[in-house]
């Protein structure tokens, strides 16, 4: 069970969560100038990283808003949480 | 290497049961291989054996980073059906369950394919319509599947709760789907290609490619550098490690997806069960345990083991579906990574770097499609043109736009 420490609600159970899936994802800014390739890349490739991942979760059962987290997808380890527009941060080594 | 049968046992019988050889040779890498199957889990030692027995070639690696069926294959619920409903999809899995009907004799290995009918159920009126449109799209493809009302439903599922929070109006048999022993279907395969000369490499991790001009030359192992220009990857939820270190992404992502087992019962269950409103699936194995699972832990990982919340959620799910099971006892609980994408439907073929070779997507339905799988992949290795039951499956439909949506379709827990 993870236990995720929302912004505003503060640590709250996992299962108040949605996970969003990878972030950031940009879309495309001319969409009609977009080749299938790179709108598939968009639309359905990932990183699927073992280890560091970084993710936007949605407090689904609590405030509503949407965050994100940098977690090891292998240890389930919470490394960082940001906001929903920020940058990704820069991994401490070793972390 | 001995032949596996009644007499066979006896005589070992009489000398012990000391006199069995290994089931497969602990082979020694070599420099080069016509081809390389990385991932010895039940698509890697398929593909390998047909390699091997369809094809004719037999200079063969299998690599695994663990032991033979240490993955996923020894991690799942053992069901295999083919109820499905898009015609590509159909055909695939009913041809895989087909494979099945006849591997226990042409393996020489008992897998203990049990076909004793799989049954989903619908919990509402638009639930039946869907059932019945489910039904009709399997028999206009050549599926076995019937249709049955509520009451006959009860009748034919001994202590299937009458009342449950979710009420069953209605059931959907495929009487060809069953439950099989998946180690064996592993170490069958394992035996059969090794008796074909295929290499079977254990602890052998695969940490880089060797690619030239977009053509692939070999695989950097922790045992040594090997060369081949043709590779099949068959590494499931690795399947994204694997590209990265080839150099590209895939349209996958990892979840655990969990099992669970309980304590031995007396035959209780002569059937395999899915509940599609809270995903809980259970059978029970020849061992008397209840094998149960549902769905996924909803978050990338990487981690074989699961999360509370879901295995809460599949117990409720069980006793919903059998109260007396309430204060049965789960023995143990784990979790394998399924690699899923976004249609449900596999990826088998081409890959951006030639002569490197998919087999993934199964997402948490891959044991069905072991000898399928399988079969396909080394005929796209051996031949280098798509085998047709798979030709819909290629990588090249996430740009496309080619989908087959069984997510949507088929009314089943992906």
Redesign the interface.
């Given at each position: 069970?993870?236990l995720i420490e929302c912004p505003w609600c503060g640590p709250r159970?996992?299962?108040e969560y949605?996970?969003g899936?990878?972030s950031p994802i940009v879309r495309p800014a001319d969409p009609a100038a977009t080749d299938?390739?790179a709108w598939?890349?968009y639309?359905?490739?990932?990183?699927?990283?073992?280890?560091l991942?970084f993710?936007r979760w949605h407090h689904r059962f609590g405030c509503g808003l949407w965050f994100n987290i940098a977690r090891d997808?292998?240890?389930?380890r919470i490394l960082a949480i940001f906001g929903i527009t920020d940058p990704r941060p820069v991994p401490e080594p070793g972390a | 290497m001995t032949r596996y049968s009644a007499w066979s046992l006896v005589r070992a019988g009489f000398a012990g049961q000391r006199t069995w050889d290994p089931a497969w040779r602990d082979a020694a890498p070599r420099k080069r291989y016509q081809a390389i199957i990385i991932g010895g889990g039940g698509h890697g030692l398929a593909t390998a054996y047909y390699l091997a027995r369809t094809h004719g070639i037999r200079d063969i690696a299998v690599l695994e980073r663990g032991w033979i069926g240490g993955g996923n294959t020894g991690r799942n619920t053992t069901v295999i059906r083919s109820n499905y409903f898009y015609p590509e999809s159909s055909r695939f899995y009913d041809f895989s369950l087909t494979l099945y009907e006849g591997l226990s004799r042409e393996l020489n290995y008992n897998i203990m394919f049990s076909q004793r009918g799989m049954w989903s159920f619908a919990h509402d009126r638009h639930g039946v319509e869907m059932l019945r449109r489910s039904v009709n799209a399997m028999r206009l493809n050549g599926v076995d599947a019937e249709y049955h009302e509520a009451d006959e439903v009860q009748r034919r599922i001994p202590g299937l709760n009458p009342l449950p929070r979710f009420p069953i109006f209605a059931g959907l048999l495929q009487p060809r789907g069953g439950t099989a022993r998946h180690d064996a279907v592993a170490w069958g395969y394992a035996r059969a290609a090794d008796r074909l000369g295929v290499d079977i490499i254990q602890n052998c991790d695969v940490t880089g490619f060797d690619i030239r001009d977009g053509h692939i030359v070999g695989v950097q192992t922790t045992h040594g550098d090997m060369a081949s220009e043709c590779v099949g990857m068959a590494v499931a939820g690795?399947s994204?490690?694997m590209a990265?270190r080839a150099g590209f992404?895939?349209?996958?992502?990892?979840y655990a997806l969990q099992a669970f087992v309980s304590e031995p019962l007396k035959p209780v269950l002569d059937t395999v069960v899915l509940a599609p409103s809270t995903g809980t699936y259970l059978s029970q194995s020849d061992k008397g345990e209840l094998v149960i699972g549902s769905g996924l832990d909803?978050?990338?990982?990487?981690?074989q083991r699961g999360?509370?919340?879901v295995l809460e959620h599949t117990a409720a799910g069980l006793i919903d579906l059998f109260p007396q099971f309430s204060r049965v006892r789960l023995l143990r609980q784990w979790a394998g990574i399924v690699d899923v994408?976004?249609d449900s439907t596999p990826i088998l073929g081409e890959s951006p770097v030639k002569g490197l070779y998919l087999n993934c997507g199964w997402g948490t339905g891959g044991f069905k499609a072991i000898p399928g799988g399988g079969f396909c992949l080394a005929h796209h290795m051996a031949t280098g043109e798509a085998h047709p039951l798979a030709a819909a499956f290629s990588l090249d439909r996430?740009?496309?736009?080619a989908l087959i949506d069984e997510a949507a379709a088929s009314g089943i827990a992906h």
């Open positions: 069970m993870l159970a996992e299962s949605r996970c899936g990878e299938d390739a598939a890349d639309l359905f490739y990932r990183d699927n990283a073992k280890g991942s993710e997808t292998a240890s389930h | 690795h994204s490690v990265e992404r895939l349209p996958i992502i990892s909803l978050f990338p990982s990487y981690a999360s509370l919340p994408v976004a996430f740009r496309t736009g």
